[in-house]
Structures are given as C-alpha cells and as structure tokens.
Nanobody, 121 residues
Framework: QVQLVESGGGLVQAGGSLRLSCAAS????????MGWYRQAPGKQRELVAV???????TYADSVKGRFTISRDNAKNTVYLQMNSLKPEDTAVYYC???????????????WGQGTQVTVSS
C-alpha cells in the first residue's frame, strides 16, 4: 500500500510563513507529478501548485510570488514554502502524487490526509 503523510500546518498571522511537507511511502516504483491543493469552507478544492518529476513548476495565480513548491526525489517528498500569508490562504491543504506501485504498470492519484492552515488578520 501507499501513503502520503502531511505535516507543517498550523496557525499563523498575516504576513507570516509556513512550510508544508508531504512524504510518500509504501510499495512505490516511481512517482510522477506531485502537487498541493487546498479547500476552504464552502468552496471547491483548487490547485495551488504542481511540480513534475523533472522539476517544472506551475502555480495558481493567487499564490505566485509567495509560494514555492519543491521536491526531494530521494526522499519521495514534496514541500510547499508559503510566505506572505494572507487570510484568504486559510484552508485545508492536501498533497497529491501520481504514483506507480510495484507490480502495477499505471500511475494513479494518491492523496494525503490534509493539514489545516489558518491565517489570522
């Protein structure tokens, strides 16, 4: 089985910073793109940032210049550095990864359990 475990969420004042981590473990053969999504109360889940296995990044317009996504392939881990946080960033953040399991030829989407980020004004 495969698991994605997130950490790093919490409460921070506007203008502050947080660093989220998400580590994949289990019977993993390879990992493709990894990303971060968020969902605020009453809203749909939205893409925040994604990074390919080769390191190419894409960001939502709302976080460009403030957030940075990175990955450590040796550790099967993706990070999200969040700076200049705003109250509008308050949400549950979920990591996502396209993972090929040992013995399975196709990659599938896996999700972390979610971590709460709350930004006070």
């Amino acid at each position: 089985q495969v698991q994605l475990v997130e950490s790093g969420g919490g409460l921070v004042q506007a203008g502050g910073s947080l660093r989220l981590s998400c580590a994949a473990s289990g019977s993993i053969f390879n990992i493709g793109a990894m990303g971060w999504y968020r969902q605020a109360p009453g809203k749909q889940r939205e893409l925040v940032a994604v990074i390919t296995s080769g390191g190419t990044t894409t960001y939502a317009d709302s976080v460009k210049g403030r957030f940075t996504i990175s990955r450590d392939n040796a550790k099967n881990t993706v990070y999200l550095q969040m700076n200049s946080l705003k109250p509008e960033d308050t949400a549950v953040y979920y990591c996502n990864a396209k993972i090929g399991r040992i013995g399975v030829p196709m990659r599938y989407d896996y999700w972390g359990q979610g971590t709460q980020v709350t930004v006070s004004s």
